[in-house]
């Protein structure tokens, strides 16, 4: 099996390192193989931590000398290439255990990774249920006992209402107004607030509490 060094140099873009990185991530790779990691783990940390050796060697930097600012400059260096945030994220991961590896055996001082903080992964918004979607839901709710009318009764209060689930289940019977179509829900905070009801939400409460 090729150890992290090893692997680094293999991978197309890669040039040869320098000796004093090949020291270093075959340490660490020894490391990993002790703690039991895959070998596709390992060819992972390979590749991660040989483009930081490329970069570092072809500025004359030693793994012991890298520091904080070192660092930055790398990460500025990845986000000039438009690297997508997780796989810098996952770099920066695979860096701070390289040089806690070497804080382990005594060859610096402390890890200039500690410091660095994880890029921001972009928020993705929940995809919506399409009504068609909740419609065959629903439907596939039994609505003979007194429990599945109670289910389907939260189901239609859910999707109508769009409550939060701690929301939805502290709801009783005073939180209906029925001639008004609304409920008085509780939320964050012990916060009041009236939302309105659709027709299938009041029905299926109706049909529940009858």
Known sequence: ???????SETSDDAPRLDPAWREALT?????????????RTRRAYGVDLGQLAAWCGARSIAPEQVDYK?????????????VAATTVARKLAATRQFFGSLVEHGRMAANPADLMPLPKRPASLPRALHASDVSRLLDRIPATTPLELRDRALFEIAYGCGLRAEEL????????DYEGEQLRVEGKGSKTRIVPTGEPAMAAIARYLE
């Open 1 to 7: 099996m090729k150890n992290v060094a090893t692997a």
């Open 27 to 39: 340490i660490f790779d020894r490391d990993l193989r002790r703690r039991g990691a895959a070998e």
């Open 70 to 82: 070192t660092l930055r400059r790398y990460a500025s260096h990845l986000s000039e290439r438009r």
């Open 169 to 176: 289940v502290t709801l009783d019977v005073t939180s209906v």
